[in-house]
């Protein structure tokens, strides 16, 4: 379970989260969604201490992150994966030895590190892959790559900053396929940060509606719910800020 | 082979041997010295992993001190050191010291610049994955800038054995200062022209060599 309770965290004089509470339940799906600047990006990038916040506390599984240092901290990023929106691949490293890099850094011995590289490439259907170079490589097909580096450890939650951005939209639904089915067959936690509403809805269980570095909504998605009729994320924060509420529309 | 080549043979390839001596020691202190200065001049830089601004304006003002000296009065400026590290200020072992020094100031900067290019993505990605100091430098910053840190030390190599040619003022030797004392001295012009296209044709063996290795390590 993921507990971010009071955080904030300024840049400058920029307050880029203020005071944000949250909570994301093992196993689920949740979705971030905001416009641009509305500090959903920092938000989840304090879930792994990639930004430490200022102020409040980040709790995984009971333990607060943000009284951890060094070594202990590494240790936990390695459970808790991230993909970004830009792949972030090593360009000169082959896709074998882009995923096999997550093993070396978890100590992982040498002897099981192929078995599992292949297995993560084959659940992202890039066994077949996996001696070519990022530059040979799809933008989707990247992004698969860097899910299965962000899998070959097993981690317990799967963070991800607009995973879908750069992609059009048969390879976004891929993508989208494959982290569900990350969620529903290992039981991964997984958070997805997006602007894009179909993103949110076609995956997500829990949406947190952010604007101004503050939560404003809470949503369950239902596949029947209101949110079919409102693609626009402008247009989700319009309504809450007016006082609406999309759970009840 | 020219008559005046074969004539000064000996002395040639003893000079040969000299400025290999210090263009070797010079790439030396570059590899192992340089390369972790301009390593730690890029992470302390401002919003990099070890961001310091103290420790990089002071490493960044030692390296553009060394750099902007002119290399001949460095090589004077430094012979008591020279004298106290190897002894005597005198010879082509103390013409390494002030060699080594500009190697590695001038190495460093290079390293630190071609660092620089490495997206800023990747970093992170290290970061989020729980990788330690050790671990992003040698497994993902090195790796991503190995082709421009190649052509960095192609370039640093080539000036290398341009301030060889120098230290015949400590007694260094090298095919440069040959060039100056039997060709220009002794008004023997045949030979220095033979001499610079030796260098000429050892420089373009270095660029080709370090263009070469840099593609074909290049797989972006």
Redesign the interface.
């Given at each position: 379970m993921i507990i971010l309770h009071n955080v904030s965290k300024q840049f400058g004089s920029f307050e880029a989260i203020q005071s944000v509470s949250l909570r994301i339940e093992s196993g689920e799906i949740h979705g971030i969604i905001g416009a641009s600047g509305a500090g959903k990006s920092t938000l989840v990038r304090m879930m792994?201490l990639?930004e430490q916040p200022d102020e409040g506390e980040v709790i995984i599984d009971g333990e607060t992150l943000n009284l951890l240092k060094g070594?202990r901290?590494?240790?936990?990023?390695?459970s808790?994966?991230?993909i970004?929106q830009?792949h972030?691949?090593?360009?000169?490293?082959t896709v074998f030895d882009n995923v096999v890099?997550?093993l070396?850094?978890?100590k992982v011995p040498r002897k099981q590190r192929a078995d599992k590289v292949m297995e993560s490439l084959r659940f992202v259907g890039l066994d077949k892959l996996k001696d070519q170079?990022p530059?040979q490589l799809s933008g989707g097909q990247k992004q698969r790559v860097?899910i299965a580096?962000a899998i070959v450890n097993q981690p317990k939650v799967l963070?991800c900053d607009e995973p879908t951005s750069s992609l059009d939209p048969n390879t976004t639904a891929e993508v989208l396929e494959v982290l569900q089915r990350i969620n529903q067959e290992f039981g991964v936690t997984i958070v997805i940060v997006s602007h894009e509403m179909e993103v949110i809805q076609s995956v997500c269980e829990r949406v947190t509606v952010m604007a101004d570095g503050q939560v404003y909504q809470e949503i369950e998605i239902e596949p029947t719910g209101i949110h079919k009729m409102e693609h626009s994320v402008d247009g989700i924060i319009k309504r809450l800020k007016s006082g609406g509420d999309l759970n009840h529309a | 082979m020219p008559e005046v080549l074969l004539e000064y043979q000996s002395e040639i390839w003893l000079s040969i041997g000299e400025t290999f001596i210090m263009v070797g020691f010079s790439i030396l202190a570059a590899l192992l010295i340089g390369l972790p200065v301009g390593t730690f001049l890029f992470l302390c830089r401002k919003g990099q992993l070890l961001e310091n601004q103290v420790v990089f304006s002071s490493l960044n003002l030692i390296v553009n001190i060394i750099r902007s000296f002119p290399f001949l009065l460095l090589v004077i400026f430094l012979i008591p050191f020279t004298r106290f590290i190897i002894g005597t200020a005198i010879g082509t072992a103390a013409a390494t010291v002030p060699m080594t020094i500009i190697a590695i100031a001038h190495y460093s900067r290079l390293a630190e610049q071609s660092l620089l290019d490495v997206?800023k993505?990747?970093m992170?990605?290290a970061?989020?994955?729980?990788?330690?100091v050790k671990?992003i430098i040698f497994?993902?910053l090195y790796?991503?800038a190995?082709?421009a840190l190649v052509l960095s030390m192609t370039t640093s190599t080539i000036s290398f054995i341009s301030y060889s040619t120098i230290m015949g003022v400590v007694g260094g030797g090298g095919i440069g200062d040959f060039a100056i004392r039997y060709g220009y001295l002794q008004f023997r012009t045949d030979l220095m022209i033979y001499i610079i296209i030796i260098m000429v044709i050892f420089v373009q063996i270095i660029q080709y060599a370090g263009i070469t290795l840099a593609r074909k390590?290049?797989?972006?």
């Open positions: 792994n990639i070594k901290i590494r240790q936990i990023r390695q808790l994966a991230m970004f830009g972030h691949l090593l360009s000169n490293k890099v997550a070396q850094l978890a170079y530059g860097a580096r963070l | 997206p993505g990747v992170e990605a970061v989020s994955m729980g990788a330690s671990d497994k993902f790796v991503e190995r082709s390590i290049d797989k972006r």
